[in-house]
Protein backbone atom coordinates (compact mmCIF):
# COMPACT_ATOMS: atom_id res chain seq x y z
CA UNK A 1 0.00 0.00 0.00
CA UNK A 2 1.13 3.59 -0.63
CA UNK A 3 2.45 5.49 2.25
CA UNK A 4 1.39 9.52 2.64
CA UNK A 5 4.53 11.49 2.94
CA UNK A 6 3.64 12.52 6.51
CA UNK A 7 0.96 11.11 9.37
CA UNK A 8 -1.23 13.40 7.98
CA UNK A 9 -4.43 10.97 9.54
CA UNK A 10 -2.71 10.59 12.84
CA UNK A 11 -2.18 14.19 13.21
CA UNK A 12 -5.02 15.70 12.48
CA UNK A 13 -7.48 13.02 15.25
CA UNK A 14 -3.77 14.12 17.78
CA UNK A 15 -4.76 17.90 17.47
CA UNK A 16 -8.46 17.48 18.38
CA UNK A 17 -7.57 15.01 21.21
CA UNK A 18 -4.82 16.88 22.46
CA UNK A 19 -6.77 19.94 22.04
CA UNK A 20 -9.47 18.93 24.00
CA UNK A 21 -7.42 18.44 26.89
CA UNK A 22 -5.97 21.51 26.94
CA UNK A 23 -9.04 23.38 26.34
CA UNK A 24 -10.70 21.76 29.21
CA UNK A 25 -8.23 22.98 31.20
CA UNK A 26 -9.38 26.40 31.29
CA UNK A 27 -12.47 27.97 32.89
CA UNK A 28 -12.14 31.26 30.91
CA UNK A 29 -14.57 30.66 27.88
CA UNK A 30 -13.06 33.02 25.51
CA UNK A 31 -9.25 31.41 26.39
CA UNK A 32 -11.07 28.25 25.45
CA UNK A 33 -12.82 29.45 22.34
CA UNK A 34 -9.11 30.56 21.30
CA UNK A 35 -8.03 27.45 22.26
CA UNK A 36 -9.97 25.45 20.22
CA UNK A 37 -9.51 27.11 17.56
CA UNK A 38 -6.37 26.63 17.44
CA UNK A 39 -6.16 22.64 17.56
CA UNK A 40 -9.70 22.80 14.72
CA UNK A 41 -7.29 25.10 12.42
CA UNK A 42 -4.62 22.50 12.71
CA UNK A 43 -6.72 19.73 12.61
CA UNK A 44 -7.77 21.69 9.09
CA UNK A 45 -4.51 21.91 8.19
CA UNK A 46 -3.80 18.64 8.55
CA UNK A 47 -6.70 16.70 6.80
CA UNK A 48 -6.07 19.32 3.79
CA UNK A 49 -2.37 18.48 3.47
CA UNK A 50 -3.19 14.76 3.40
CA UNK A 51 -5.73 15.47 0.68
CA UNK A 52 -3.71 17.00 -1.21
CA UNK A 53 -1.08 14.30 -0.71
CA UNK A 54 -2.94 12.03 -1.72
CA UNK A 55 -4.16 13.63 -4.75
CA UNK A 56 -0.43 13.65 -5.46
CA UNK A 57 0.45 10.29 -5.36
CA UNK A 58 -2.49 9.51 -7.73
CA UNK A 59 -2.83 6.01 -5.64
CA UNK A 60 -6.27 4.02 -4.68
CA UNK A 61 -5.51 4.32 -1.06
CA UNK A 62 -2.86 5.36 0.91
CA UNK A 63 -1.93 4.96 4.45
CA UNK A 64 -0.45 7.07 7.50
CA UNK A 65 3.25 6.87 7.71
CA UNK A 66 3.70 6.94 11.52
CA UNK A 67 2.42 3.38 11.57
CA UNK A 68 1.50 4.02 15.40
CA UNK A 69 -2.32 1.99 15.50
CA UNK A 70 -0.96 -0.35 13.67
CA UNK A 71 1.58 -2.06 15.99
CA UNK A 72 -0.85 -1.51 18.33
CA UNK A 73 -4.26 -3.15 16.76
CA UNK A 74 -2.04 -5.32 13.81
CA UNK A 75 -3.57 -3.85 10.84
CA UNK A 76 -3.81 -0.79 9.18
CA UNK A 77 -6.64 1.26 10.78
CA UNK A 78 -6.54 4.73 9.43
CA UNK A 79 -6.61 4.49 5.15
CA UNK A 80 -7.39 7.33 2.58
CA UNK A 81 -8.99 6.37 -0.43
CA UNK A 82 -11.07 8.34 -3.20
CA UNK A 83 -14.03 8.67 -1.06
CA UNK A 84 -12.79 9.76 2.73
CA UNK A 85 -9.94 12.13 0.69
CA UNK A 86 -12.28 15.16 0.55
CA UNK A 87 -14.72 14.50 3.42
CA UNK A 88 -11.74 14.96 5.84
CA UNK A 89 -11.46 18.20 4.82
CA UNK A 90 -14.81 19.20 4.41
CA UNK A 91 -15.19 17.63 8.33
CA UNK A 92 -12.56 19.86 9.55
CA UNK A 93 -13.64 23.40 8.20
CA UNK A 94 -16.99 22.82 9.53
CA UNK A 95 -15.92 22.20 13.04
CA UNK A 96 -13.40 24.74 12.47
CA UNK A 97 -16.08 27.61 11.02
CA UNK A 98 -18.63 26.60 14.07
CA UNK A 99 -16.21 27.61 16.94
CA UNK A 100 -14.71 30.79 14.57
CA UNK A 101 -18.20 32.02 14.43
CA UNK A 102 -19.60 31.00 17.94
CA UNK A 103 -19.95 34.83 19.18
CA UNK A 104 -19.45 35.86 23.13
CA UNK A 105 -23.64 35.88 23.71
CA UNK A 106 -23.13 31.67 23.07
CA UNK A 107 -19.59 30.88 24.13
CA UNK A 108 -20.29 29.87 27.69
CA UNK A 109 -23.12 27.52 26.46
CA UNK A 110 -21.12 25.36 24.11
CA UNK A 111 -18.96 22.92 25.26
CA UNK A 112 -15.35 23.45 22.97
CA UNK A 113 -14.14 20.52 24.77
CA UNK A 114 -16.60 17.75 23.55
CA UNK A 115 -16.18 19.78 19.97
CA UNK A 116 -12.91 18.45 19.53
CA UNK A 117 -13.54 14.77 20.91
CA UNK A 118 -16.64 14.46 18.33
CA UNK A 119 -14.14 16.08 15.70
CA UNK A 120 -11.72 13.69 16.37
CA UNK A 121 -14.31 10.61 16.02
CA UNK A 122 -15.35 12.17 12.82
CA UNK A 123 -12.42 12.15 11.52
CA UNK A 124 -11.24 8.66 12.84
CA UNK A 125 -14.44 7.31 10.96
CA UNK A 126 -13.81 8.89 7.70
CA UNK A 127 -10.37 7.57 7.86
CA UNK A 128 -11.21 3.98 8.97
CA UNK A 129 -12.05 1.15 6.45
CA UNK A 130 -12.53 -1.60 9.13
CA UNK A 131 -15.92 -2.31 9.68
CA UNK A 132 -15.82 -3.20 13.06
CA UNK A 133 -13.84 0.16 13.88
CA UNK A 134 -16.21 2.05 12.18
CA UNK A 135 -19.06 0.39 13.85
CA UNK A 136 -16.92 1.32 16.95
CA UNK A 137 -16.88 5.01 16.03
CA UNK A 138 -20.52 5.71 14.89
CA UNK A 139 -21.19 4.50 18.78
CA UNK A 140 -18.71 6.92 20.37
CA UNK A 141 -20.09 9.90 18.09
CA UNK A 142 -23.16 9.44 19.99
CA UNK A 143 -22.05 10.58 22.97
CA UNK A 144 -21.16 13.98 23.04
CA UNK A 145 -24.37 15.65 21.87
CA UNK A 146 -25.98 13.36 24.82
CA UNK A 147 -23.86 14.62 27.41
CA UNK A 148 -24.50 18.50 25.70
CA UNK A 149 -28.09 17.77 26.55
CA UNK A 150 -27.69 16.36 29.92
CA UNK A 151 -26.03 19.25 31.01
CA UNK A 152 -28.36 21.83 30.17
CA UNK A 153 -31.30 19.79 31.51
CA UNK A 154 -33.35 18.82 28.32
CA UNK A 155 -35.24 16.17 27.65
CA UNK A 156 -32.54 13.20 26.85
CA UNK A 157 -35.16 10.45 25.74
CA UNK A 158 -36.13 10.70 22.35
CA UNK A 159 -32.64 10.84 21.01
CA UNK A 160 -31.34 8.04 23.52
CA UNK A 161 -33.90 5.59 22.33
CA UNK A 162 -32.75 6.32 18.79
CA UNK A 163 -29.39 5.68 19.61
CA UNK A 164 -28.64 3.18 21.41
CA UNK A 165 -31.31 1.16 18.69
CA UNK A 166 -28.91 2.35 15.91
CA UNK A 167 -26.07 0.74 17.37
CA UNK A 168 -27.18 -2.54 19.00
CA UNK A 169 -28.59 -3.04 15.11
CA UNK A 170 -25.08 -2.34 13.54
CA UNK A 171 -23.47 -4.49 15.79
CA UNK A 172 -26.51 -7.34 15.17
CA UNK A 173 -26.09 -6.88 11.61
CA UNK A 174 -22.28 -6.81 11.50
CA UNK A 175 -21.72 -9.95 13.98
CA UNK A 176 -24.64 -12.06 11.50
CA UNK A 177 -22.29 -10.74 8.71
CA UNK A 178 -19.19 -12.20 9.51
CA UNK A 179 -20.95 -15.28 10.62
CA UNK A 180 -21.96 -15.77 7.12
CA UNK A 181 -18.38 -14.70 5.72
CA UNK A 182 -18.11 -12.94 2.76
CA UNK A 183 -18.60 -14.82 -0.22
CA UNK A 184 -21.92 -16.33 -0.21
CA UNK A 185 -25.65 -13.85 -0.30
CA UNK A 186 -26.25 -12.37 3.48
CA UNK A 187 -29.81 -13.74 4.96
CA UNK A 188 -32.18 -11.21 6.47
CA UNK A 189 -30.25 -11.89 9.72
CA UNK A 190 -27.72 -9.16 8.65
CA UNK A 191 -29.29 -7.09 5.89
CA UNK A 192 -32.28 -6.04 8.22
CA UNK A 193 -30.49 -5.08 11.24
CA UNK A 194 -27.85 -3.09 9.05
CA UNK A 195 -30.69 -1.65 6.75
CA UNK A 196 -32.75 -0.19 10.24
CA UNK A 197 -29.31 1.16 11.75
CA UNK A 198 -28.66 3.17 8.04
CA UNK A 199 -32.30 4.39 7.99
CA UNK A 200 -32.26 5.53 12.03
CA UNK A 201 -29.21 7.33 11.69
CA UNK A 202 -29.62 9.15 8.49
CA UNK A 203 -33.05 10.39 9.78
CA UNK A 204 -35.49 8.58 7.16
CA UNK A 205 -39.09 9.17 8.25
CA UNK A 206 -40.67 7.88 10.23
CA UNK A 207 -37.35 7.38 12.40
CA UNK A 208 -36.56 11.05 11.54
CA UNK A 209 -37.93 12.37 15.05
CA UNK A 210 -34.42 12.42 16.73
CA UNK A 211 -33.07 14.69 14.41
CA UNK A 212 -35.83 17.29 15.59
CA UNK A 213 -35.75 16.44 18.71
CA UNK A 214 -31.99 17.57 18.94
CA UNK A 215 -32.32 20.59 16.98
CA UNK A 216 -35.35 21.61 19.82
CA UNK A 217 -32.52 21.13 22.63
CA UNK A 218 -29.12 20.96 21.59
CA UNK A 219 -27.12 24.44 20.73
CA UNK A 220 -27.53 24.58 17.20
CA UNK A 221 -23.84 24.64 16.77
CA UNK A 222 -23.46 21.08 18.40
CA UNK A 223 -26.80 19.86 15.99
CA UNK A 224 -25.23 21.24 12.84
CA UNK A 225 -21.65 19.38 13.78
CA UNK A 226 -24.12 16.19 14.42
CA UNK A 227 -25.60 15.80 11.38
CA UNK A 228 -24.03 18.12 8.61
CA UNK A 229 -20.98 15.40 8.30
CA UNK A 230 -23.80 13.00 6.91
CA UNK A 231 -22.62 9.87 9.11
CA UNK A 232 -25.10 7.46 8.09
CA UNK A 233 -23.82 7.99 4.11
CA UNK A 234 -20.42 6.63 5.45
CA UNK A 235 -21.96 3.67 7.35
CA UNK A 236 -23.99 3.01 4.15
CA UNK A 237 -21.38 3.39 1.57
CA UNK A 238 -18.67 0.92 3.89
CA UNK A 239 -21.04 -1.51 5.73
CA UNK A 240 -24.01 -2.10 3.39
CA UNK A 241 -23.02 -1.48 -0.34
CA UNK A 242 -20.41 -3.98 -0.47
CA UNK A 243 -22.73 -6.55 0.97
CA UNK A 244 -26.36 -5.43 0.01
CA UNK A 245 -28.28 -7.49 -2.71
CA UNK A 246 -30.23 -5.18 -4.78
CA UNK A 247 -33.51 -5.29 -3.49
CA UNK A 248 -32.03 -3.52 -0.03
CA UNK A 249 -30.63 -0.62 -1.81
CA UNK A 250 -33.97 -0.11 -3.86
CA UNK A 251 -35.60 0.11 -0.21
CA UNK A 252 -32.90 2.06 0.93
CA UNK A 253 -33.41 3.89 -2.23
CA UNK A 254 -37.44 4.52 -2.06
CA UNK A 255 -37.47 5.31 2.14
CA UNK A 256 -34.99 8.51 1.25
CA UNK A 257 -37.07 9.21 -2.00
CA UNK A 258 -40.00 9.16 0.00
CA UNK A 259 -38.46 11.31 3.34
CA UNK A 260 -36.78 13.72 0.31
CA UNK A 261 -40.10 14.82 -0.47
CA UNK A 262 -42.34 15.07 2.61
CA UNK A 263 -38.99 16.96 4.27
CA UNK A 264 -39.23 19.31 1.51
CA UNK A 265 -42.89 19.87 2.25
CA UNK A 266 -42.54 19.65 5.55
CA UNK A 267 -39.96 22.85 5.44
CA UNK A 268 -42.52 24.82 3.73
CA UNK A 269 -44.89 25.13 6.63
CA UNK A 270 -42.35 24.91 9.20
CA UNK A 271 -42.96 28.21 11.64
CA UNK A 272 -39.38 28.32 13.26
CA UNK A 273 -36.18 28.92 11.49
CA UNK A 274 -34.62 25.94 13.74
CA UNK A 275 -37.05 22.98 12.11
CA UNK A 276 -37.02 24.59 8.71
CA UNK A 277 -32.86 23.83 8.81
CA UNK A 278 -33.74 20.49 9.86
CA UNK A 279 -36.26 19.81 7.70
CA UNK A 280 -34.33 21.46 4.82
CA UNK A 281 -30.93 18.84 6.00
CA UNK A 282 -33.45 15.77 6.20
CA UNK A 283 -34.41 16.51 2.66
CA UNK A 284 -30.93 16.77 1.33
CA UNK A 285 -29.29 14.14 3.11
CA UNK A 286 -31.93 11.73 2.20
CA UNK A 287 -31.39 12.37 -1.71
CA UNK A 288 -27.65 11.60 -1.03
CA UNK A 289 -28.49 8.48 0.29
CA UNK A 290 -31.02 8.01 -3.10
CA UNK A 291 -28.12 8.24 -5.36
CA UNK A 292 -26.09 5.70 -3.13
CA UNK A 293 -28.42 3.37 -4.05
CA UNK A 294 -29.41 3.65 -7.71
CA UNK A 295 -25.92 1.86 -8.49
CA UNK A 296 -24.90 3.55 -11.43
CA UNK A 297 -22.14 5.28 -12.16
CA UNK A 298 -23.65 8.96 -12.96
CA UNK A 299 -26.41 8.43 -10.10
CA UNK A 300 -23.42 7.40 -7.74
CA UNK A 301 -21.12 10.65 -8.79
CA UNK A 302 -24.11 12.89 -8.67
CA UNK A 303 -24.54 11.31 -4.87
CA UNK A 304 -20.66 11.99 -3.95
CA UNK A 305 -20.86 15.39 -5.32
CA UNK A 306 -23.65 16.33 -3.83
CA UNK A 307 -22.55 15.18 -0.13
CA UNK A 308 -19.99 17.41 -0.75
CA UNK A 309 -21.82 20.72 -1.45
CA UNK A 310 -24.38 20.01 1.15
CA UNK A 311 -22.30 19.55 3.60
CA UNK A 312 -20.94 23.01 2.60
CA UNK A 313 -23.96 24.64 1.50
CA UNK A 314 -26.04 23.75 4.46
CA UNK A 315 -22.88 24.06 7.03
CA UNK A 316 -23.00 27.16 5.87
CA UNK A 317 -26.93 28.05 5.97
CA UNK A 318 -26.38 26.86 9.66
CA UNK A 319 -23.95 29.17 10.66
CA UNK A 320 -25.92 31.90 9.25
CA UNK A 321 -29.09 30.92 10.82
CA UNK A 322 -26.67 30.59 13.98
CA UNK A 323 -25.11 34.25 13.84
CA UNK A 324 -28.80 35.49 13.13
CA UNK A 325 -29.74 33.42 16.46
CA UNK A 326 -27.14 34.87 18.45
CA UNK A 327 -28.51 38.27 17.88
CA UNK A 328 -31.94 37.75 17.82
CA UNK A 329 -32.87 34.71 19.76
CA UNK A 330 -34.62 31.58 18.14
CA UNK A 331 -36.09 32.89 15.47
CA UNK A 332 -40.09 32.53 14.92
CA UNK A 333 -41.17 32.27 11.22
CA UNK A 334 -44.94 33.81 12.21
CA UNK A 335 -43.83 37.57 11.16
CA UNK A 336 -41.49 39.23 9.40
CA UNK A 337 -38.25 40.31 11.07
CA UNK A 338 -36.69 42.82 8.63
CA UNK A 339 -33.09 42.38 9.21
CA UNK A 340 -31.67 43.28 5.99
CA UNK A 341 -30.34 46.72 6.50
CA UNK A 342 -28.68 45.21 9.69
CA UNK A 343 -27.08 42.11 8.28
CA UNK A 344 -26.78 42.51 4.95
CA UNK A 345 -23.78 40.22 5.14
CA UNK A 346 -25.93 37.42 6.69
CA UNK A 347 -28.91 37.69 4.02
CA UNK A 348 -26.57 37.83 1.00
CA UNK A 349 -24.83 34.26 2.93
CA UNK A 350 -28.41 32.94 3.43
CA UNK A 351 -29.92 33.39 0.02
CA UNK A 352 -26.07 32.22 -1.65
CA UNK A 353 -25.94 29.00 0.48
CA UNK A 354 -29.41 28.37 0.70
CA UNK A 355 -29.54 28.41 -3.21
CA UNK A 356 -26.47 26.15 -3.90
CA UNK A 357 -28.04 23.24 -1.66
CA UNK A 358 -31.09 22.91 -3.77
CA UNK A 359 -28.52 22.95 -6.74
CA UNK A 360 -28.39 26.81 -8.61
CA UNK A 361 -26.48 27.19 -11.52
CA UNK A 362 -23.16 28.44 -10.60
CA UNK A 363 -22.41 27.77 -6.98
CA UNK A 364 -21.23 23.94 -5.88
CA UNK A 365 -24.77 21.93 -5.75
CA UNK A 366 -25.44 22.19 -9.47
CA UNK A 367 -23.36 19.90 -10.76
CA UNK A 368 -24.47 16.73 -8.25
CA UNK A 369 -27.81 17.89 -8.46
CA UNK A 370 -27.67 17.45 -12.05
CA UNK A 371 -25.64 14.19 -12.09
CA UNK A 372 -28.07 12.67 -9.91
CA UNK A 373 -31.12 13.36 -11.64
CA UNK A 374 -29.71 12.82 -14.93
CA UNK A 375 -28.76 9.54 -13.51
CA UNK A 376 -31.96 8.54 -11.41
CA UNK A 377 -34.30 8.92 -14.80
CA UNK A 378 -31.94 6.86 -16.64
CA UNK A 379 -32.59 4.36 -14.18
CA UNK A 380 -36.37 4.70 -13.05
CA UNK A 381 -37.84 7.97 -14.39
CA UNK A 382 -40.32 7.97 -11.68
CA UNK A 383 -37.17 8.43 -8.99
CA UNK A 384 -36.30 11.79 -11.09
CA UNK A 385 -39.80 13.09 -11.10
CA UNK A 386 -39.19 13.21 -7.08
CA UNK A 387 -36.00 14.77 -6.92
CA UNK A 388 -37.15 17.29 -9.29
CA UNK A 389 -39.88 18.07 -6.74
CA UNK A 390 -38.14 17.55 -3.95
CA UNK A 391 -35.56 20.34 -4.92
CA UNK A 392 -38.54 22.82 -6.40
CA UNK A 393 -40.24 22.82 -2.71
CA UNK A 394 -36.73 23.25 -0.94
CA UNK A 395 -36.65 26.07 -3.16
CA UNK A 396 -39.60 27.58 -2.69
CA UNK A 397 -39.27 26.98 1.23
CA UNK A 398 -36.00 28.98 0.71
CA UNK A 399 -37.15 31.80 -1.20
CA UNK A 400 -39.95 32.24 1.55
CA UNK A 401 -37.93 32.35 4.61
CA UNK A 402 -36.06 34.85 3.16
CA UNK A 403 -38.31 36.87 2.73
CA UNK A 404 -39.47 36.89 6.43
CA UNK A 405 -36.39 37.04 8.30
CA UNK A 406 -34.85 39.47 6.00
CA UNK A 407 -37.65 41.54 4.56
CA UNK A 408 -41.15 42.96 5.16
CA UNK A 409 -40.42 45.68 8.39
CA UNK A 410 -38.23 48.04 9.90
CA UNK A 411 -36.70 46.52 12.78
CA UNK A 412 -35.06 48.58 15.13
CA UNK A 413 -32.48 47.15 17.76
CA UNK A 414 -30.64 49.00 20.83
CA UNK A 415 -27.22 47.30 20.08
CA UNK A 416 -25.58 46.79 16.82
CA UNK A 417 -26.56 43.75 14.89
CA UNK A 418 -23.61 44.12 12.60
CA UNK A 419 -21.52 40.60 11.56
CA UNK A 420 -18.41 40.63 13.51
CA UNK A 421 -14.90 40.39 11.62
CA UNK A 422 -14.69 36.49 13.04
CA UNK A 423 -18.17 35.39 11.36
CA UNK A 424 -17.38 37.60 8.10
CA UNK A 425 -14.31 35.50 7.56
CA UNK A 426 -16.09 32.08 7.86
CA UNK A 427 -18.69 33.76 5.41
CA UNK A 428 -17.04 34.79 2.90
CA UNK A 429 -14.67 31.51 3.06
CA UNK A 430 -17.88 29.82 2.68
CA UNK A 431 -18.79 31.65 0.14
CA UNK A 432 -15.99 31.76 -2.21
CA UNK A 433 -15.85 28.07 -1.83
CA UNK A 434 -19.24 27.54 -2.73
CA UNK A 435 -19.19 30.05 -5.98
CA UNK A 436 -15.80 28.34 -7.22
CA UNK A 437 -16.69 24.79 -7.00
CA UNK A 438 -19.62 26.23 -9.23
CA UNK A 439 -17.60 27.54 -11.20
CA UNK A 440 -14.67 25.02 -11.78
CA UNK A 441 -16.12 21.93 -10.63
CA UNK A 442 -14.01 19.10 -12.71
CA UNK A 443 -11.43 18.37 -10.04
CA UNK A 444 -14.61 17.41 -7.65
CA UNK A 445 -16.31 15.62 -10.18
CA UNK A 446 -13.65 13.46 -11.42
CA UNK A 447 -12.56 12.86 -7.81
CA UNK A 448 -15.58 11.31 -6.98
CA UNK A 449 -16.07 9.43 -10.17
CA UNK A 450 -12.98 8.06 -9.18
CA UNK A 451 -14.62 6.94 -5.81
CA UNK A 452 -17.21 5.57 -7.75
CA UNK A 453 -15.59 3.11 -9.41
CA UNK A 454 -13.63 1.69 -6.81
CA UNK A 455 -16.85 1.23 -5.18
CA UNK A 456 -19.04 0.05 -7.48
CA UNK A 457 -15.43 -2.69 -8.21
CA UNK A 458 -15.53 -3.63 -4.35
CA UNK A 459 -19.55 -4.41 -4.36
CA UNK A 460 -19.19 -6.71 -7.96
CA UNK A 461 -15.82 -8.22 -5.99
CA UNK A 462 -17.83 -9.22 -3.27
CA UNK A 463 -21.37 -9.86 -5.14
CA UNK A 464 -22.39 -13.04 -5.48
CA UNK A 465 -23.77 -13.95 -8.64
CA UNK A 466 -27.21 -12.69 -7.73
CA UNK A 467 -26.61 -9.80 -6.77
CA UNK A 468 -24.09 -8.09 -9.46
CA UNK A 469 -25.22 -4.57 -10.49
CA UNK A 470 -27.90 -4.60 -13.37
CA UNK A 471 -26.27 -2.23 -15.76
CA UNK A 472 -29.34 0.11 -16.67
CA UNK A 473 -30.37 0.81 -20.52
CA UNK A 474 -28.60 3.78 -21.96
CA UNK A 475 -31.36 5.75 -24.57
CA UNK A 476 -29.64 7.12 -27.03
CA UNK A 477 -31.15 10.93 -27.95
Known sequence: ???????????????????????????????????????????????????????????????????????????????????????LPLAALLYFLVILATLHTKIRRFSFTWNLVSEAIILAMYS??????????????????????????????????????????????????????????????????????????????????????????????????FVTPIAGAYAAVRLVMPIAPDWMLRSIGMASLFTAVYASGMALIQIEARRLFCYLFLSHSALVLVGLEIVTPMALTGALCLWLSVGMALGGFGLTLRALEARRGRLSLTHFHGLYEHAPELAICYILTGLASVGFPGTVGFIGTELLVDGAVEAYPYIGIAVVIAGALNGVALVKTYFILFTGTQYTSAVSLQIRTRERFAVLLLAALILAGGVYPQPGVESRHRAVEELLHERESRAPVSTTIEKPHHHHH
Open 1 to 87: MTELHLPWLELSILFCLIGAVWVSRVKVPHVARNRALLCSGLALIATTGAWLDFDFLDAKQADDSLHLLYHLAGRELLIMDELSAPL
Open 128 to 225: CKEPWGIIGLLAIGTVPPFLELRERGKPTHVYVIHMMIFVLLLIVGWTFAEIEGADRIHTLWVVIPLLGAILIRSGIAPFHCWMTDLFEHASLGTALL
